[in-house]
């Protein structure tokens, strides 16, 4: 299975608050679990990303939780910021040998933070 | 340029009509993707260059569509007998390796199919 479920579909957070973001997968291939932030108009831009032999990362406000077990992944931004409204986006990986990565996105959440 | 420029990035056809989108990807970067995004849904993968190789079209949904890189820099992405399914944002990626993590994204094409 390549898809990677994605949730909740869209999420409003008031500033100085805790907005978590939460994925799962399938393919025990997957080797590498980013993060994307696109504003509308704009491209996806990579946020942060994580590997699983580690359950957590931090970069700043934003932290990614990683649950290889149940194959779950989470994104956490505390403090959130108006300026942190945007859509979210996970992606899985998986390395192909001759190819390189080969990713798949979940469909995205939409945050919005409240001033 | 600093990053992926794609042009247009507005485009409306005809149902029927063909278009050509174009990519530039950050120069020297090996790696280069085309994705396409519904509205309200993440990336779609469709296709994959190494340099001038097509190394993955899979993800290309019908033979109307057609990639190229045939320098192994400036891509275009064609669409022949445009259909009204095909509006989408069209977006392309490049990265610096042929194996690495981090896809840069173009702004996208917004393409419309009245």
């Known amino acids: 299975q390549q898809q990677v479920k994605q949730s909740p579909q869209s999420l409003i957070v008031q500033k100085g608050g805790i907005s978590i973001i939460n994925c799962a997968y399938e393919?025990?291939?997957?080797?590498?679990f980013p993060w994307y932030q696109q504003f509308p108009g704009k491209g996806p831009a990579l946020l942060i990303a994580?590997?699983?032999?580690?359950s957590e990362k931090k970069e700043g406000r934003f932290t990614i939780s990683f649950n290889k077990s149940a194959k779950q992944f989470s994104l956490h931004i505390m403090d959130s910021q108006p300026g942190d409204s945007a859509t979210y986006f996970c992606?899985?990986?998986?390395?192909?040998?001759?190819?390189?990565?080969?990713?798949?996105f979940g469909p995205g959440t939409r945050l919005s933070v409240l001033p | 340029g600093a990053g992926v420029s794609q042009s247009p990035r507005y485009k409306v056809a005809k149902r029927g009509q063909d278009v050509a989108l174009r990519c530039d990807p950050i120069?020297?970067?090996?790696?280069l993707f085309w994705y396409q995004q519904a509205l309200g849904q993440g990336p779609e993968f469709l296709t994959y260059?190494?340099?001038?190789?097509?190394?993955?079209k899979s993800g290309l949904p019908s033979d109307r569509f057609f990639a190229e890189r045939p320098e192994g820099s400036v891509s275009t992405l064609k669409i022949q007998r445009t259909q009204q399914e095909d509006s989408a944002v069209y977006l392309c990626?490049?990265?610096?390796?042929?194996?690495?993590?981090?896809?840069?994204f173009g702004p996208g094409t917004r393409l419309t199919v009245l």
């Open positions: 120069s020297g970067h090996v790696s």
């Open positions: 992606a899985a990986s998986e390395n192909i040998r001759g190819y390189g990565q080969n990713f798949v």
């Open positions: 260059f190494q340099n001038e190789a097509q190394l993955d």
């Open positions: 990626a490049s990265s610096p390796r042929t194996r690495t993590d981090t896809q840069y």
């Open positions: 393919n025990t291939a997957f080797d590498y």
């Open positions: 994580i590997r699983p032999d580690v």
